[in-house]
C-alpha cells in the first residue's frame, strides 16, 4: 500500500496570508490526524477527522481549520499567519481505531 | 503538570550497552502506549506498542509498562549508532485521544 502523502512538501508564506496544506490517507484509512511540530513544543495535536466529521480537537485558535473529504482526503487550512506558525505540519492516518499513527513526510512551513 | 512527561535529554549511550527511555502518565484511565521513533528531518515511526502491564519484547527493543506505577519505559539492547533519533512517547487517554510526550533524544556514541 502507498503511504501518506502530503502536498507540499515546502511553503514560504508572508504574515497575513493564508495557507491550505493537503494530506492524502493510506488506502481504507477512514481517520486523518494533524499536528505541529516546533522544536520548541515538540509535537501538538492540531485535530482529528474521522469520516468527514471533526471527532478531537486539539488547543489551537480557530485560525486553524480542517476538513475531510468523502474518500479520506484531508485538507488543513491556516488563515491570517503568525511568525510563529512556522513549523512542521504532520499528518497521520489511521483505520479508525485511534491506535498506530502512520506519518506522512510533512510540509514544512516558513512564515516571514 | 503535563500529561506525557518525558526527559528531553540528551541521553548519551555507549554503543553495545543498553539505552534505557522513560515516560511518566497522568490520566490512570489510560490503555494504550506507543513508543515512536524519529530521525532527525523525518517523520515519527511506530517501534512499540503496549497495552497490559509487565514487558514486551520485540527484537532488541522492549516495552515495559507498569499501570500502577503510570510508566512506561522502553530499553533498547546492543544500542547501534544507527538507533540515535528522538524517541517519542504518546498515551491513548480515557478520552481517546492520544497525548504525546516531547521526546528524548537519544545519542549512540561508537
Known amino acids: 500500500k502507498a503511504g501518506v502523502t502530503q502536498t507540499p512538501r515546502y511553503l514560504i508564506k508572508t504574515r497575513g496570508q493564508q495557507v491550505t496544506l493537503s494530506c492524502s490517507p493510506i488506502?481504507?484509512?477512514?481517520?486523518v490526524s494533524w499536528y505541529q511540530q516546533t522544536p520548541g513544543q515538540g509535537l501538538q495535536f492540531l485535530f482529528e477527522?474521522?469520516?468527514?466529521?471533526?471527532?478531537n480537537k486539539g488547543n489551537f485558535p480557530g485560525r486553524f481549520s480542517g476538513r475531510q473529504f468523502s474518500n479520506s482526503r484531508s485538507e488543513m487550512n491556516v488563515s491570517t499567519l503568525e511568525l510563529g506558525d512556522s513549523a512542521l505540519y504532520l499528518c497521520a492516518s489511521n483505520p479508525g481505531n485511534q491506535e498506530t499513527q502512520y506519518f506522512g513526510p510533512g510540509t514544512r512551513l516558513l512564515v516571514l | 503538570q503535563k500529561e506525557v512527561e518525558q526527559n528531553s535529554g540528551p541521553l548519551s549511550v555507549p554503543e553495545g550497552a543498553i539505552a534505557s527511555l522513560n515516560c511518566t502518565y497522568s490520566?490512570?484511565?489510560?490503555?494504550?502506549f506507543f513508543w515512536y521513533r524519529q530521525y532527525s528531518g523525518k517523520s515519527p515511526e511506530l517501534i512499540m506498542s503496549i497495552y497490559s502491564n509487565g514487558d514486551k519484547e520485540d527484537g532488541r527493543f522492549t516495552a515495559q509498562l507498569n499501570k500502577a506505577s503510570q510508566y512506561v519505559s522502553l530499553l533498547i539492547r546492543d544500542s547501534q549508532p544507527s538507533d540515535s533519533a528522538t524517541y517519542l512517547c504518546?498515551?491513548?487517554?480515557?478520552?481517546?485521544?492520544?497525548?504525546w510526550g516531547a521526546g528524548t533524544k537519544l545519542i549512540i556514541k561508537p
Open positions: 504518546a498515551v491513548n487517554n480515557s478520552n481517546y485521544q492520544l497525548i
Open positions: 488506502s481504507g484509512h477512514r481517520s
Open positions: 477527522y474521522f469520516s468527514e466529521t471533526q471527532r
Open positions: 490520566d490512570r484511565g489510560s490503555q494504550s
